[in-house]
Structures are given as C-alpha cells and as structure tokens.
C-alpha cells in the first residue's frame, strides 16, 4: 500500500524507510534506521526527484503508482547517483520508459556504468543555472560537486523557494510519521555523526554550495536523507558551517581511549577528574574499543581538544585506535588541540604513532607533557597527568576577564567597519535581535559606540526601555538566512531565538558567535531622537574578538550574499521602485517621500527605479 506524505500543494514525499538495516554504506551503525527520500512533483509536468535505495523500491513503486493515477512520468531528476539514491532509477525507468533523466554530465556517465549503457542516451545532461519548465515551477540546477560525490548537484524550485539538497542537511533515522524538522523533534547529534562520516571530509566544496544556497530566497530544504526543513534554517546553517569549516562547536574534550587490561583506562580516568578539578567540565570519554568510531569522529568534531589515549601493540599503536585515529584522519579534521597519553610495558611506541596519523592534519596543535605509563600509573605519572590536565586548562579559550578595561579589546573594537551587524537586547523574558549598518566607535577613552536603530524596529523599544544591547559584527560568512531571519521579519511577531543554541555575554543578552567575527556590548548613555531613529549612545562594558574572519561590509554582503534578482520567465518586468537592501518592489510611479520598506524598514533613499 503508498505510504506519502504532502509537503507542498504540489509535491509529496515518495521515499521510504530502512529499519533493518544494521549498518549504513555497511559502515555506519544506524539504530534508529534511514530514510531515502524521494519527491514527486505533479505540475503539468510530472517530475520524480531522485529515487531510492533497493529496501525499499516496492514502496517507491506503490507511492508513485497511487499519485501518477495514470498520468505518465515525464522526468527524473537525479540530483545524486550513490545507490542509496539511484539504485532503482533502472527499474523507474523499465515502469516509465516515456521519462527523460535529468542529471549532470557525470551522473549521465555513472548512470552509464550502473546500468545499461543504453540508459545514457536517455539523459538530458544540466550544468549550472540550466533550467527545467514543468509548468507552474521553475526548477534550476546548482553543482555542488563532492557533496558527496563528484556527480552532485541541487534542485531549486524557484516558484516555491524549495532546495533539493541531495545529501547536504540529512541525517540519519528513519521517518517515523513526521516529515518536518520542526515537527518530530530533530536530533542534531545523530545529523552531526551524519555530516561528519560521510562528508565531512569535504568541508570546502561544502561551504562552496553553502554560499551558493545562501543567495537563494529559500523557503524549504528537501534533502535525500531525514525530514524536510520548513523553518528554523538558521540553527543547522551555523552547524554546517562550523562542520564544514572545522570550527570546534564547543570548548570541550574528547577523551578517546583504549585499553587492555584497564591501566590505561585508568590514566584516562585520572586526567578527566584532574580536568573538572580544573574547571573543564564538558568532557565526553569513550573506549575505542566498544563505541564505533563514527560517533567518536563526530564528537572529534564537536569539542575543542583531543585526548588519545593508548597502548603500545605489535611495537605500534593499539589496532582499534589505530583505526579511529585513521578514520579522524580520512574525515580532514582541522584545527584542534590534542594531548596524548600511551602505555607500554617495555617500548612504549603509541604516542609517536599517534602524531605521525594525525601531525599531518592542518592546524593541529600537540600539546607538551605526553603521558607516558609503565604498565601501571605510578605516582611519577600521576603529577604528569595533573600537569597535562593543566596545560589542557591552560589552553582552553579564556571567558573575558573581569577588570573593565582589560575586557575590551582593541581587536574587536577594529572589527568595527561600515558593515553589517546583528543588533540584540532583552526585555523581562524576551530576547530578539534586527540587522543594523550603523556602529560606530566615536571615542577611544573610554570607549564609547554609537548605534542609529529605526523607530519602528522592536529591539528598539528594547534598547530604549534596558539601556543595554549587544552587536554581533557579521563576518563573510554570513550566509542570506541571517540576513533574512534577522532583518525580515519582526521580533513582535517571532520568537527569533527559537531553538537557537544560548550565547550570552556578561551583560545577560545574546549575542551571535555563528557568522560574527566580535560581540560588542553597549550601556546607553545618551538617546538622541532623529526623528525615524533614535542614535544610542553607549559605554563600551565588554568587546570580543571571536575570530580573525573579515568583517561583512556592505559591498561584501551586495556582491556576494544577497541574491540577484532573477525575473520569471514570460513574466513582465514590474516598474516601480526596489528596496536595495532587501530586494521589496513598490509598484508606482513615483515612491512616497515618506515611504518606508514594508521588510527592512529602509527609506526612500534605499530605492531605486526600475521598469
Ligand atoms: Fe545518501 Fe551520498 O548518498
């Protein structure tokens, strides 16, 4: 019997579910099973995006039997050619032979390799920005090359905002009735143990297809694996862009050990007391030996610093630690600290072996004081593992320190530019945020800042009311979402840090760590009233540089994040006026004086003519 489920007027979820399977690409443990997905989208044209894997084919069959009631299938878009997704794309096509495939040159060259060669011939080979008119929607075609494989590319439905993410935002576990994000209570840590194993490795091609996606009005994600994102982008692009980017998410360690006969389990033990001893309390411990070492790779890639622990086996290094070192190798991971401790009755081997694996990753700092154990932790190595627990202390990022003026650093104050920034306050129980171009530092002593915040913005009634706020300075990073979640719409009307992780300063407000270079916290010392705005200005209480990427600025953020205007085809060009931040047309001949964006709450003086 079908088995679908709707996402839009027009389109329907046609995959399916493995429960059975106990390891998925026979590598990855998936206790709570996978899903394929497939899309089938019924415009005057009807088009199957992706199919699925062999488990479940005859659920595919029976979905598209019931929703095609006899109309033909006129395409298939293969957005990836791994079996998992294109398995049964021979037996679509032996059920529907009128269907044309869609796909990349390549794909058209593996779909030639995985099955008959003749299939090739019924390919009509996209490159990037070709599109397809099914009626109704408007679907174009975006590379994304090694995400996962070369073939890869992304479907975007322009009449609907709908991005076709191929395995970019899947997770593991299967549907389970709910195919929404923000229905069926998304777990990020297995979407993180997703990510990480099978494509972390590609951290650049992905941020490659994330700039690309963050110039598109998306309004939905559909991807090959888990459920479909409707809302809330805003929470997974930071962690994607934290993957992709081999940014720690946490300050924190991973203790990853193996031991034989529990001396160096010990070791490992004594170092994560030592560690809360010390203050380091978001530890996570896992034995090499009984976990799978993709969720040890995923926690690889959440905290800051790495502990291997082990022991001296075959004048080498303990097999199964050999192979998670191996395996952390394979997946590219960047930018950590490690400490290592190895055990060995007579030549101990495993420290050394340990940093030829993973020297030759980039950014990766080993610290001094390996912990080197005699068979036994003695007392000798009971004070180095107190010093290593030190050192680890030592080099976790420090909070901001007390004393006033030390808290303001002059590195976050040059962040300051004609850019972009994410203004925040709080009110009673609500914090809310808006986009502003307007922080200027106007003294260096003290340090004093300016902010101009439009009237009719709700963090302005906040401000107003607090006499505090925050300003996140906006990086290159920032992807259109941002803009979008934070600038186009209001805080009256949406919780905007609905699930989004708690970041906040000394001052007891959030700030965005995400997309931001520094946070700057302000106390109002003087309003001046302009009239439309109202220019705060504040002490400096508390300044943050949070990385060196460059700041936003306002060419960055036209040139390069906010999405070109692409008029529909067979569509006349509207005359009037558009908004040159956020893209809002009026329909007029002449744009009121008075006027104010309905979106971005910019003046007349942001608008210029068009038609
Ligand atoms: Fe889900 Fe790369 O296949």
């Known amino acids: 019997m079908y088995c679908v489920r709707k996402i839009q007027d027009d389109l329907y979820w046609v995959g399916g579910s493995d429960r059975r399977l106990n390891l998925f690409e026979s590598v990855y443990p998936i206790p709570r099973g996978v899903s394929y997905n497939a899309y089938l989208l019924l415009d005057e044209k009807t088009v199957l995006l992706d199919t699925v894997d062999r488990a479940v084919a005859g659920q595919l069959f029976e979905n598209l039997r019931h929703l095609l009631a006899g109309r033909s299938l006129d395409y298939v878009i293969v957005n990836h050619m791994e079996p998992d997704h294109a398995a049964t794309l021979g037996d679509v096509l032996l059920r529907y ?25 019924k390919v009509i080979k996209v490159k990037e920005g070709d599109t397809l008119d099914t009626g109704a929607h408007k679907l174009t075609f975006a590379m994304a090359p090694m995400v996962h494989w070369p073939e890869v590319m992304m479907t975007f439905d322009t009449a609907t905002g709908t991005l076709f993410s191929a395995d970019a935002f899947g997770t593991f576990g299967a549907i389970e009735g709910s195919i929404f994000a923000d229905e069926c209570g998304f777990d990020m840590d297995e979407a993180r143990r997703y990510y990480t194993n099978i494509v972390g490795k590609y951290g650049t091609q992905v941020m490659a297809a994330l700039r690309k996606a963050s110039k598109l ?62 203050g380091v309390t978001k530890v996570r411990m896992y034995d090499a030996s009984i976990t799978h070492p993709s969720y040890i790779v995923a926690e690889a890639f959440r905290y800051s610093h790495l502990v291997i622990a082990t022991t001296t086996y075959n004048a080498g290094i303990f097999v199964n630690m050999e192979n998670l070192l191996h395996d952390i190798a394979a997946h590219n991971l960047q930018n950590r600290t490690v400490a290592l401790i190895e055990n060995g009755t007579w030549a101990a081997t495993a420290a050394g072996k340990a940093k030829e694996i993973l020297g030759g990753l980039k950014d990766i700092r080993f610290l001094d004081g390996t912990v080197s154990i005699k068979s036994s932790v003695k007392e000798q190595q009971n004070e180095q593992l107190s010093a290593l627990a030190a050192a680890i202390a030592d080099s976790m990022p420090k909070p901001a320190p007390a004393d006033h003026s030390a808290k303001v650093e002059n590195n976050a104050m040059f962040s300051l530019s004609y850019g972009l920034f994410i203004l925040t306050a709080r009110e009673g129980e609500k914090d809310n945020g808006c986009i502003i171009n307007t922080v200027t530092q106007i003294t260096d002593t003290p340090k004093r800042i300016s902010i101009a915040v439009n009237k009719q913005n709700y963090t302005h009634d906040m401000i107003h009311n607090t006499g505090v706020f925050n300003v996140s300075v906006l990086s290159t990073r920032a992807p259109m979402e941002i803009f979008r979640h934070f600038g186009f719409q209001s805080g009256r009307n949406v919780d905007k840090f609905e699930g989004v992780d708690e970041t906040r300063s000394d001052n007891g407000l959030r700030y965005v760590p995400w997309c931001a270079n520094a946070y700057i916290s302000g106390k109002v010392i003087q309003e001046i009233d302009m009239g439309t705005h109202t220019v705060f200005i504040a002490d400096v209480t508390q300044a943050v540089s949070l990385n060196s990427d460059p700041s936003c600025t306002y060419a960055y953020y036209f040139a390069n994040i906010k999405p070109k205007p692409q008029p529909k085809l067979e569509e006349k060009p509207k005359k009037g006026y558009v908004c040159k931040i956020c893209g809002y047309v009026y329909e007029g001949d002449e744009l009121p004086a008075d006027f104010v964006c309905p979106l971005c709450k910019h003046g007349p003086e942001d608008f210029e003519r068009i038609g």
């Not at 032979?97 to 011939?121: C, H, N, S």
């Not at 809330?232 to 924190?252: L, S």
């Not at 991973?254 to 007391?273: C, M, P, Q, R």
């Open 97 to 121: 032979p009128e269907a044309r495939v869609v796909a990349t040159a390549k794909a058209a060259a593996m779909i030639g390799q995985f099955f008959d060669a003749a299939l090739e011939e």
């Open 217 to 278: 009005d998306i309004k939905a994600i559909c991807p090959l694996h888990g459920p479909v994102w409707r809302k809330d982008f805003a929470k997974f692009i930071e962690k994607y862009i934290r993957w992709a980017t081999y940014e720690p998410e946490e300050n924190g360690v991973l203790i990853a050990y193996t031991s034989v006969y529990g001396d160096t389990e010990n070791a490992a033990s004594i170092l994560a007391a030592r560690l809360a001893e010390a």
